[in-house]
């Protein structure tokens, strides 16, 4: 019996320290991103992922909407998405916190219509079919340029399209106008002479959210704070090699070059914290949405707001 104990001890030894041991199971951070945002693109071009102690799972969304739903069903640790897609998110009581924001020129959201188009103003806009998808600033931008005209929300006729199609509809006349972000922009500029009649800029914050599910907060929160001080470091590296990463960038999303140069030479992205001044950014967007009744209650947003992370995002 004591024979048989000590073998059995033995073999437990020799099986738990031999290169077949099985080891824990690996942490993975699943991220959704966006081409507005490039952040995959940016850190792997940047190879500040390199030793990490996890893996990235990425996943591609067209769109705010798709990604919220991501984030709110628990299938996403993080995500990249405008402040309005964010809220709209919270409003349904999703288990989310903004943890950090990031910001790009505000010219990288515009309406655009087409080059031969008569229209100048919003106010051309009477009756016209203006692109848009529920929860994202497309939406956002063209609510605001209205209410900055004093026009009703119905004057101009909304139709919902995700914007990979609203990208084909406005060269070929089936919409009037296209409130997009980049890189869609430059797109529609390069290809097809597209001009923006307004963006962001004095209309909107343009804020854009890194959202994280509270589970994932709880649970894999060094992991994540140690991916925000990454993608910091990919920003200051995509600013100080722009024309490199934009050529990398067009290969990889499979655009012209001149599209990426266009995009990102003018983009200026940063990340950071949650800081006073994107904190009542966030609130003033809510008030807004809730005021043009897109949001169906006011939304306090000081409860959806995590700053622990603001050291990570600091340095």
Request: proline share 6%.
């Amino acid at each position: 019996m004591k024979l048989s104990r000590f073998l059995c001890s033995v073999l437990t030894a020799a099986v738990l320290t031999s290169p077949f041991a099985y080891a824990a199971e690996p942490l993975v951070l699943h991220v959704g991103d966006q081409n507005y945002y490039n952040i995959r693109a940016s850190i792997e071009a940047s190879g500040v992922l390199k030793g990490a102690p996890y893996t990235v799972d990425w996943k591609h969304f067209q769109a705010a909407a798709p990604l919220a739903e991501a984030l709110q069903t628990g299938a996403l640790d993080l995500g990249f998405l405008g402040d309005s897609g964010f809220l709209f998110l919270a409003a349904k009581q999703a288990p989310v916190k903004l943890i950090g924001v990031s910001r790009q020129n505000p010219d990288t959201i515009a309406l655009l219509v087409p080059k031969d188009s008569p229209v100048q103003t919003i106010a051309d806009l009477k009756g016209k079919k203006v692109a848009y998808w529920p929860g994202a600033w497309s939406q956002q931008l063209t609510l605001r340029a209205l209410e900055q005209g004093g026009l009703a929300e119905d004057y101009v006729e909304f139709v919902k399209l995700m914007p990979i199609d609203a990208a084909a509809a406005l060269p070929q006349g089936s919409i009037d106008a296209f409130p997009v972000w980049e890189p869609y922009i430059s797109q529609q500029i390069v290809f097809s002479g597209a001009r923006p009649i307004l963006t962001a800029k004095n209309l909107m914050p343009g804020l854009s959210a890194i959202a994280a599910s509270s589970p994932a907060i709880d649970s894999k929160r060094e992991a994540i704070a140690d991916f925000l001080g990454r993608l910091k470091q990919a920003r200051a590296w995509v600013d100080s090699h722009t024309d490199e990463y934009a050529d990398l960038w067009a290969k990889k999303a499979n655009l012209d070059q001149q599209v990426s140069r266009h995009w990102l030479r003018q983009a200026h992205m940063t990340v950071g914290p949650v800081d006073q001044q994107a904190a009542a950014d966030l609130q003033s967007t809510a008030d807004f949405l809730f005021k043009v009744k897109a949001l169906p209650a006011p939304l306090a947003t000081a409860g959806i707001i995590d700053t622990s992370f603001q050291q990570a995002l600091t340095h």
